[in-house]
């Protein structure tokens, strides 16, 4: 029987040597300069890898993450290499499984946080917000309501955790002495770059990115490069517009949806994850399809 195309759970290229396999994406060896990054279907809730795959996830996921690459192209260098795919694997590989949803990218040291950028008042920073009057350290104004737009966008980092592990929040001043004040100082104001100018674009498409994370990485000169995914349903949270309202928590086009049926069950957020009913595999491929469209077609 012919695999299905749409679906990929982990890829098996046996031409390349594996380096890892996170919590979406496998990475391969190429040479000293290049490595392959294959996007599965692989959905991850609460730092959990669900058992079941979302059919055309992966390929959504490197469509969209492709589009903001070029779009950002011109506010900060990426690892992506123009290299085509089927130039790097053997021929007796599957191409029509991997190549819609791989890409070659440029061999980086990656910085050890990422750079969470909030513009509404959700999820855990409602929750942070709700018991302190902040958001990971930064104060707000008192009387904001969940979903409220902030006064403006503000950076938020995390450090990165191990598949199964969950990321913990830090301040601007622990960045610092992570990665350095001239590193910190150049991922945030990037990161609010990117993030403004995405917003008002997603906007004139009745999107609302009401948060989203920015991952980077350094080359041999120490110069920033933006790296994994960016602005996609699985790093955002997307709002249709025609349906925000301030006090409540709005429909998403993302993994939201995943979770908020997740919260529904009885489990502690513990691997191994709860199975998928075929209802919601099929409403949660629907959304990831429905975000794409709006964004970019």
Known sequence: MKP????????HIKSLPLISNGKVRDIYGIDDQHMLIVTSDRLSAFD??????????????TEVSNFWFDRCKDIIPNHLTGIAVKDVIK?????????PRSIVVRKLKALPVEAVIRGYLIGSGWKDYQATG????????SGLQQAEKLPEPIFTPATKAEVGEHDENI????TVEL????????????????YSEAADYARERNIIIADT??????DENNQLILIDEVLTPDSSRFWPEESYQ??????????????????????DKTAPGPSLSEEVIRNTAAKYEEARDKLIS
Do not use: H, M
């Open 171 to 174: 301040d601007f001043e622990k």
């Open 213 to 218: 994370k920015f991952e980077f990485g350094v």
């Open 48 to 61: 959990v890898i669900l058992p079941d795959p979302i059919p055309g996830k992966g390929r959504i996921l």
């Open 179 to 194: 990665i350095g004040r001239d590193l910190a100082e150049q991922v945030r104001d990037v990161s609010l770059k990117i």
């Open 246 to 267: 301030v006090g409540t928590s709005p429909p998403s086009f993302d993994k939201q949806y995943i979770r908020d049926y997740l919260e529904t069950l009885d489990w």
């Open 4 to 11: 299905n195309s749409d679906v990929l759970y982990r890829s």
């Open 91 to 99: 021929e007796d590989e599957d191409l029509e499984i991997l190549e």
């Open 134 to 141: 902040e958001v990971c350290g930064i104060s707000l104004p």
